[in-house]
């Protein structure tokens, strides 16, 4: 074999080496978060909570009508008050097909959102809204499953109150996520996206 042969030979080898480690190195690191494409099929999951009655309420209640989950807290002083009452608005707008569409306020806060805490803080709001709250290990759960943040943030005199994420999720009647749903516009203008959904 020629020495020019024997260098290429020698390159070829280098190369094919190089190109192994590369594919083991890829396959060990950590793999980064789904795309924009594939990030809805990981939004949602298995859950097991109590409603603002005491009744158990699963991810099997999603089904069969579009969806609009909601994660917040009683003593949010603005954000979640607001959304409540733009979903309220909303449901208004549907007029008759305001059954055919249900929403879940799931609390951040279990430690003061019983379900007797989130009964009376619903009665402000439309009859299609249900409250979600369970043990801490219960709503760590379900906020991992729809990738929520919340944090307690202590105020002065012991108090405490919630940072969290303010997102409202629509899912399909499959209880499949479709996409963030934009509450903050005209009520009828959400209200006709909910229907093209129904």
């Given at each position: 074999?020629?020495?020019?042969?024997?260098?290429?030979?020698?390159?070829?080898?280098?190369?094919?080496?190089?190109?192994?480690?590369?594919?083991?190195?890829?396959?060990?690191?950590?793999?980064?978060?789904?795309?924009?494409?594939?990030?809805?099929?990981?939004?949602?999951?298995?859950?097991?909570?109590?409603?603002?009655?005491?009744?158990?309420?699963?991810?099997?209640?999603?089904?069969?009508?579009?969806?609009?989950?909601?994660?917040?807290?009683?003593?949010?002083?603005?954000?979640?008050?607001?959304?409540?009452?733009?979903?309220?608005?909303?449901?208004?707008?549907?007029?008759?097909?305001?059954?055919?569409?249900?929403?879940?306020?799931?609390?951040?806060?279990?430690?003061?959102?019983?379900?007797?805490?989130?009964?009376?803080?619903?009665?402000?709001?439309?009859?299609?809204?249900?409250?979600?709250?369970?043990?801490?290990?219960?709503?760590?759960?379900i906020k991992k499953e729809y990738r929520v943040y919340s944090r307690k943030v202590p105020l002065d005199g012991g108090?405490?109150?919630?940072?969290?994420?303010?997102?409202?999720?629509?899912?399909?009647?499959?209880?499949?996520?479709?996409?963030?749903?934009?509450?903050?516009?005209?009520?009828?203008?959400?209200?006709?996206?909910?229907?093209?959904?129904?």
């Amino acid at each position: 074999m020629s020495a020019r042969a024997k260098i290429i030979a020698l390159f070829a080898a280098f190369a094919s080496g190089a190109l192994i480690l590369v594919v083991a190195a890829t396959a060990l690191l950590p793999q980064r978060g789904p795309t924009a494409a594939s990030s809805t099929s990981s939004v949602g999951g298995p859950f097991r909570l109590v409603d603002q009655t005491g009744a158990p309420v699963t991810e099997a209640a999603l089904k069969g009508k579009p969806t609009l989950i909601f994660f917040g807290f009683t003593h949010c002083p603005d954000i979640c008050p607001t959304a409540l009452f733009e979903l309220s608005e909303i449901f208004a707008a549907l007029g008759p097909d305001a059954d055919k569409v249900q929403a879940f306020f799931v609390t951040v806060d279990p430690e003061r959102d019983t379900p007797e805490a989130l009964k009376a803080y619903l009665s402000s709001f439309a009859p299609q809204l249900r409250a979600l709250t369970g043990t801490p290990a219960e709503i760590d759960a379900i906020k991992k499953e729809y990738r929520v943040y919340s944090r307690k943030v202590p105020l002065d005199g012991g108090d405490y109150t919630m940072d969290h994420t303010a997102v409202i999720y629509l899912m399909d009647k499959s209880g499949t996520f479709l996409a963030p749903f934009n509450a903050k516009r005209p009520a009828a203008e959400a209200a006709a996206d909910l229907r093209r959904v129904m």
